[in-house]
């Protein structure tokens, strides 16, 4: 009977200073002819390990990012999803069985990028930010379904755990507007996306306005719960 592992991947995200969403990748080495290619970070759970302190431990080793906002979105069992040729060679260096089946949890975050210098380490020889648009359609085993999978799941969801991260503690609604047509890549309309927020409990309009603004200046807005935001 084939042997099951399970792995942890990592879709974290960020916006640069034009507003522009990337994803970090790690770069990894396939055979001894230095051929490269692309991966969210991931690697093995350990067998006594829990998820969420695997997929911790993990991003740190490959891009010494850490206290970040994990959450954990899907699981991908596909029994094919490390067969590719080019993805046994990589196996076939750091694994004993290469050919044994790999289940993975994906688990996204949101960062600000200003915040995270990534670094890699162990088998990723660099860590990079790229954008989307310039996501290689040939990413290590099945990273780019990961990929594709957690930007569903944020249109899908909008988590606020997850996009309290990218904005100040105390923000605008045209700040938050932005950031959702961002994410959701679509424009969207004020009045009615003002009267959605207006729905939301968590989100608290403060007493407080933008200061230094030559504008009229707008109400901040804030996460009610202070153990809600920049949860580690």
């Known amino acids: 009977m084939t042997a ?11 916006f640069d200073e034009d507003q522009k969403l990337k994803v970090l990748l ?11 290619q ?8 350990k067998p006594n390990e829990d998820l969420l302190a695997g997929g911790k431990r993990i991003l740190k080793s490959l891009t010494s990012l850490e206290n970040i906002y994990l959450k954990q979105f899907h699981t991908f069992g596909n029994p094919e999803r490390t067969k590719q040729s080019k993805d046994q060679s990589w196996l076939s260096m750091y694994r004993k069985k290469p050919k ?3 289940v ?18 162990s088998f990723a020889v660099d860590a990079e930010w790229v954008e989307l648009s310039q996501v290689s359609k040939d990413l290590a085993f ?16 909008i988590d606020h755990k997850l996009i309290s991260n990218l904005l100040p503690t105390k923000f605008t609604l045209s700040q938050l507007q932005n950031l959702y047509e961002i994410l959701l890549d679509q424009k969207l309309d004020k009045r009615n996306f003002r009267k959605n927020i207006s ?5 608290k309009k403060t007493s407080e306005k933008q200061a230094g603004v030559r504008h009229k200046p707008a109400y901040l807005y804030t996460y009610g719960d202070d153990s809600f935001v920049s949860q580690i």
């Open 38 to 45: 692309f991966a969210l970070p991931g690697d093995l759970l």
């Open 199 to 203: 729905k939301i409990d968590i989100i």
């Open 4 to 14: 099951l592992n399970l792995s942890i991947d990592c879709v974290i995200l960020g």
């Open 142 to 157: 099945d990273h780019n379904e990961i990929l594709d999978t957690a930007i569903k799941y944020l249109r899908d969801q």
């Open 104 to 121: 993975t949890v994906g688990y996204v975050a949101l960062v600000k990028m200003e915040e995270y210098s990534p670094q890699a380490s």
């Open 26 to 36: 790690i770069k990894k080495f396939i055979n001894n002819k230095n051929d490269f």
């Open 100 to 102: 044994e089946r790999v």
